[in-house]
């Protein structure tokens, strides 16, 4: 099937009980039984759920995995993967990274013996240099959450798999729609669902795919082990929202694209970073393992300073003050103070998170509206 059949199509069939089109939403906790142990494939809701298990293959098929887990929320999803390793295990990530993650990495698993490296992944020699006998997972981004910086990631699966290393690519940003991580030798594919794949922002969810058997019964034990599952509503409402994706995200592609185009000509901007743009230095590798660019615009000012990107900040109109992305409305942030406070500054100032940076999701608004509302809050 191709991607936008996939959407609506895969993993979802009509309910045999009553022909329902729609996947419907299992609000239950348990389920009769005939007998001890003789069932209908289903015991307990933490374990299985249908609606959960329409999702986690519909998101299965679409990253052309074998087998997805869907968690509470991306978080979650993230502290399961983590948990395939064992405390001494190490994991190198990239020094551009969503706050949650490095809190989670730093202070969270870092308590417990699995330790993290964070480097410039954009270089593979900073990699290889980075790799020691304890290391056992890379964990890429890519784009880079705030930077959008773009990570080869044939490249760095391909050294992986030379050292028997696994490789975790958060696919968040680009969604499945621009990018098939595990079709470039990827082993673990993570999302937060909450953004793109959900598209509405009314639902927090996160999702794994793997292609290996012994990978998804591990993660599989861990999703009931600990209990972190979506939950059947919010299982629908994802369902829902991915037999769109390949729409909305192809709008705000070309939204963002025009709207990166009208940053670089504003004399108050001093940087934009899209990788659409031919001037920004992973645009070829962009090219090369992506469809199209992605939705999401970043850009910092002139003049340096948070009070100065407050001001723009608080005077849009169409573009929300919100933490999150990827939905059909435009939201803008401020990272330093939003979704990154959590690294510390000298760390953020390192790959280029200035206080003026200001984070753009852009969405499937006319883009002529969204221009005029930027430009005015420039003014």
């Given at each position: 099937m191709k991607f936008a059949t996939k959407t609506i199509h895969a993993g979802v069939s009509p309910d045999p009980a009553t022909g329902a089109v729609m996947?419907?939403?299992?609000?239950?906790?348990?389920?009769?039984?005939?007998?001890?142990?003789?069932?209908?494939?289903?015991?307990?809701?933490?374990?299985?759920?249908?609606?959960?298990?329409a999702l986690e293959a519909n998101i299965a098929a679409l990253e052309n995995g074998t087998h997805g887990v869907c968690f509470a929320s991306g978080m979650a999803a993230m502290d399961a993967v983590i948990r395939l390793l064992s405390p001494g295990d190490e994991v190198i990530s990239s020094n551009?990274?969503?706050?949650?993650s490095y809190r989670q990495l730093t202070k969270v698993h870092g308590r417990y013996g699995i330790y993290s490296r964070f480097v410039d992944m954009t270089n593979i020699k900073n990699i290889k240099k980075a790799i020691n006998k304890k290391t056992k997972m890379l964990w890429i981004e890519t784009p880079t959450n705030p930077?959008?910086?773009?990570?080869?990631?044939?490249?760095?699966?391909?050294?992986?798999?030379?050292?028997?290393?696994?490789?975790?690519?958060?696919?968040?940003?680009?969604?499945?729609?621009?990018?098939?991580?595990?079709?470039?030798?990827?082993?673990?594919?993570?999302?937060?669902a909450t953004k793109y794949l959900g598209g509405h922002s009314d639902v927090v969810l996160g999702a794994v795919v793997v292609k290996e058997e012994v990978l998804a019964n591990q993660l599989y034990f861990l999703q009931n082990s600990t209990g972190a599952v979506s939950g059947p509503m919010d299982s629908f409402l994802v369902l829902r929202g991915i037999k769109t994706l390949h729409l909305r995200?192809?709008?705000?592609?070309?939204?963002?694209?025009?709207?990166?185009?009208?940053?670089t000509t504003h004399p108050k901007v001093k940087n934009v970073y899209y990788p659409g743009l031919k001037t920004h230095p992973g645009h070829e590798i962009a090219k090369k393992q992506m469809r199209r660019f992605g939705g999401m615009v970043s850009f910092d000012l002139h003049q340096d300073t948070q009070e100065e990107a407050t001001k723009i900040l608080s005077n849009t109109h169409l573009f929300t003050l919100a933490e999150s992305l990827g939905g059909v409305e435009s939201l803008i942030g401020h990272p330093a103070s939003m979704t990154h406070a959590s690294i510390p500054k000298e760390e953020r100032m390192k790959v280029g998170l200035t206080d003026s940076l200001i984070r753009l999701s852009?969405?499937?608004?006319?883009?002529?509206?969204?221009?005029?509302?930027?430009?005015?809050?420039?003014?």
């Open positions: 996947t419907p939403i299992y609000q239950t906790s348990t389920y009769a039984q005939d007998a001890p142990g003789i069932h209908k494939g289903y015991e307990y809701a933490r374990t299985q759920n249908p609606t959960r298990a551009d990274l969503y706050g949650g930077m959008l910086s773009i990570i080869d990631i044939k490249k760095v699966c391909d050294l992986a798999m030379e050292k028997g290393i696994l490789v975790c690519v958060d696919n968040t940003f680009a969604s499945p729609y621009l990018q098939t991580p595990l079709d470039l030798g990827a082993d673990i594919v993570l999302h937060s995200v192809e709008r705000a592609c070309k939204n963002a694209k025009k709207i990166a185009r009208f940053l852009i969405g499937v608004e006319s883009v002529k509206d969204l221009i005029a509302d930027l430009e005015a809050a420039l003014g």
